[in-house]
């Protein structure tokens, strides 16, 4: 209940609470399972309590919180024991780095993570967790404005996601990376295929959250979608993209 808690006062805003429901739940869980146990109770609330911390500000808290699930869990499945959750801690500590700006260890990280979710899953295998990772590296090449290799990753995103859900696949983290690739070839000047992924991506996410459903990420997709009109002068297209963006989010946020 304690981490019910604390992970509803996250999603609410409410870091503060969020935190110390968080702690007394971590406290707890030490108790019943010790002090270095890799219970996936006690490995989640610490990822929260790091996420909780960085949205905070406090980055060195946020930090150790990241990182002790990954010590945790090589001191119990060995230094260089190849294991999924080893993999996934790695993967939210790179993106935590990123989050940060600190863009050399968020590299090291994340492909560290994916090195090894290979070698576990295998390298030509679709995986729901590879498929993610790949795209939230394509992210990373993004933020540091190296739209060439965003571009590069977010593509075997998606055809990683194609084979796991088909050609009209239906899934948050798809309808995610088909944005990216628009905004990608939107700083490549390319807009023809910048329109071509948005179109796709607003399709996904109409088909997952509901024709008529107002939803941010929705929202958000109709903005660029008025953006890359307004780059290539249709600005009457332009103007219904930001219209439609605009009455959604006032819907949204009043």
Not at 3 to 23: F, I, M, P, V, W
Not at 106 to 133: C, V
Request: with cysteine; glycine share 8%; hydrophobic share 30%.
């Amino acid at each position: 209940v304690l981490s019910n808690l604390g992970a509803l006062y996250h999603k609410t805003g409410d870091y503060r609470q969020a935190e110390d429901y968080s702690k007394r739940a971590l406290e707890m869980y030490k108790r019943v399972y010790g002090e270095k146990s890799v219970h996936p109770d006690i490995i989640r609330v610490m990822r929260n309590l790091g996420s909780t911390y960085r949205l905070q500000g406090d980055n060195t808290k946020a930090e150790e919180y990241y990182k002790t699930p990954v010590s945790l869990l090589r001191q119990h499945h060995g230094p260089h024991t190849d294991h999924r959750d080893i993999a996934y801690s790695l993967y939210r500590l790179g993106d935590f780095y990123g989050n940060i700006k600190q863009y050399n260890d968020a590299h090291d990280h994340l492909m560290e993570a994916l090195s090894m979710y290979q070698r576990i899953y295998g390298t030509d295998n679709p995986h729901q967790n590879i498929a993610e990772l790949l795209g939230n590296i394509g992210g990373h090449y993004f933020r540091i404005s190296d739209y060439h290799t965003a571009v590069d990753y977010s593509h075997r995103s998606l055809d990683m996601y194609k084979k796991l859900y088909g050609e009209d696949g239906c899934d948050s983290c798809m309808g995610t990376v088909l944005h990216n690739l628009g905004v990608s070839y939107d700083r490549l000047k390319k807009y023809d295929q910048e329109k071509k992924y948005l179109l796709k991506a607003l399709d996904v996410r109409r088909k997952l959250y509901g024709e008529t459903t107002n939803h941010t990420q929705i929202a958000y997709t109709l903005l660029s979608l008025g953006c890359n009109m307004a780059r290539v002068s249709d600005y009457d297209k332009a103007l219904q993209y930001f219209h439609k963006s605009l009455d959604m989010y006032r819907d949204i946020h009043g």
